[in-house]
């Protein structure tokens, strides 16, 4: 039995209507669909903490994508919107739901009555967050990937976000008497449209007429009640629906993974007491005091942290994906090294200087000395999907590939499969440098990779020294944002 709990938020179908009806008119003016801010809804509609909705506010600030759009279309600025700005409609939407946090208030309410009986299924951003949660803390909290390990469930499962048809076919086939899920009414409304779209197939089966002669009685359908949902909403579900299966599981454990596809990130500049300082993305994860991941948006003056060692461990990791899954990389391996042939017969046709220009009219993002280095460094592919797109676009300007877009997609495909492994793999290490700064075990990827208790005692007092924040501000300076991002992304 599957149970739907209403988060009570009357203001939410305002605010999303209102978004709704400014994003269609910037479609229909501008031709452009702002693909960003359906991201950033939806891990606001699954965000519990506080310090996350400031993220995404200071995210929603810093997008630019609605005022390039504007720009691209005639140079155009915001005042040409008027009061019908969707940058205006999200930030309301994310500030009301900071303000009343009716999905957390809800979520807790439930937990509290029935405490004894409940397994709730979490992000793996909010376990550490649920379980300080006052009268709730001793519950029971587990991601997704841990629910699939378990043999038998006995327990009423709690889930607070529901997306589409992936999602339903999931939990409807989960070996459990009871679930229960905690949703806005706009989420409601993806279930019932899947629970309407299940009925639909079971009537094409008993509607039969082999079946109603065999048996002799008609079936009479039942009507289908009117389903309302978000175009907003249904545009961000329905591509999550279309996700290969790594990418949907990497969604399912972290929410917020949906930010990899966005191109602006928000860049922190830590300086700590020991006059060092570092530049870390927003959602990167570190280490607090005790050892428990907090990601960096977080992080406040004052706070003690170990800062993961991401160049150490990056061919590490990739070596572990390759022994893993070489089939799959084998294509991957294969693609790499495409574009980057591609680039450098560019660069010796063309010259550097030429060679940027031209991909920046095919809508290259990076700067000149980020072009320079694409092709000859540790890179797998381009920072951006808009750059591997520029440079097969050009590559095949003056030759002939028939279905070009399919390949390019490949091209994007293998991007996609090459930083989501590298991304479940790094919180998979993660989570055992958090173990060993804990309890000090030594987890599958470490010891596969021959460390042992002494020598990660070594490693995390050299590369990981406990350090205290002394200033952290957002990071701005546009002519070296870009070669920022690449060095955090190694």
């Known amino acids: 039995m599957i149970e739907i709990v209403t988060v009570s938020a009357p203001e939410l179908e305002t605010y999303l209507n209102d978004l709704d009806k400014d994003m269609a008119a910037v479609r229909q003016q501008l031709g452009v669909e702002i693909k960003s801010y359906g991201h950033i809804l939806r891990i606001a509609l699954n965000t519990l903490q506080p310090e996350s909705f400031d993220n995404l506010l200071d995210r929603v600030t810093i997008n630019m994508e609605l005022e390039n759009a504007l720009e691209f279309a005639g140079g155009y600025t915001m005042e040409y919107l008027g009061n019908s700005n969707p940058k205006q409609d999200l930030t309301n939407i994310i500030t009301y739901l900071k303000t009343n946090q009716p999905k957390l208030s809800t979520l807790i309410s439930f937990i509290e009555e029935n405490a004894e009986n409940v397994l709730v299924i979490t992000d793996i951003n909010d376990i550490d967050f649920l379980e300080r949660s006052g009268d709730i803390s001793n519950q029971e909290?587990?991601?997704?990937?841990?629910?699939?390990?378990?043999?038998?469930?006995?327990?009423?499962?709690?889930?607070?976000?529901?997306?589409?048809?992936?999602?339903?076919?999931?939990?409807?086939?989960?070996?459990?008497?009871?679930?229960?899920?905690?949703?806005?009414?706009?989420?409601?409304?993806?279930?019932?449209r899947q629970v309407q779209r299940r009925k639909t197939l079971l009537e094409e089966e008993i509607t039969n007429s082999d079946r109603e002669q065999i048996c002799g009685i008609k079936y009479i359908p039942v009507p289908d009640l009117p389903v309302n949902i978000s175009q907003s909403i249904e545009k961000i579900v329905s591509k999550i629906d279309t996700y290969n299966s790594r990418s949907y599981n990497d969604y399912r454990e972290e929410t917020d993974s949906l930010l990899d596809e966005?191109?602006?990130?928000?860049?922190?500049?830590?300086?700590f007491d020991n006059n060092e300082s570092t530049y870390l993305d927003s959602n990167e994860s570190v280490f607090d005091e005790i050892g428990d991941l907090i990601k960096t948006y977080r992080v406040k003056i004052g706070d003690k942290i170990r800062i993961y060692p991401r160049e150490e461990f990056a061919e590490n990791l990739y070596s572990v994906a390759i022994e893993t899954e070489p089939d799959l990389f084998g294509k991957v391996e294969e693609h790499s090294k495409f574009w980057k042939t591609a680039i450098n017969a560019m660069r010796t046709e063309y010259g550097s200087d030429i060679l940027y220009e031209k991909l920046k009219q095919k809508g290259l993002k990076v700067l000149a000395p980020t072009v320079e280095s694409y092709g000859k460094g540790y890179r797998k592919f381009p920072m951006f999907n808009s750059d591997l797109r520029a440079i097969m676009e050009l590559?095949?300007?003056?030759?002939?590939?028939?279905n070009l877009e399919v390949f390019i997609q490949g091209l994007l495909k293998s991007k996609t499969t090459y930083n989501s492994t590298m991304r479940v793999l790094g919180r998979g290490l993660r989570q055992e440098i958090r173990a060993f700064l804990k309890e000090k075990q030594v987890g599958e990827i470490l010891e596969h990779r021959k460390f042992t208790v002494a020598s990660l005692n070594e490693f995390v007092s050299q590369y990981m020294p406990l350090l205290t924040v002394v200033s952290k501000e957002i990071y701005n300076e546009q002519e070296e944002l870009i070669r920022l991002i690449e060095k955090i992304e190694l």
């Not at 590559?395 to 028939?402: D, Q």
Request: glycine share 2%.
């Open 141 to 192: 909290f587990i991601t997704v990937s841990e629910l699939k390990r378990l043999n038998s469930i006995r327990k009423t499962l709690v889930f607070y976000s529901f997306n589409g048809s992936r999602d339903f076919d999931f939990i409807y086939h989960l070996p459990a008497d009871q679930i229960t899920l905690v949703l806005y009414e706009q989420e409601s409304q993806l279930y019932r």
């Open 262 to 271: 966005m191109e602006e990130k928000i860049i922190y500049k830590l300086t």
């Open 395 to 402: 590559y095949y300007t003056n030759k002939e590939y028939k």
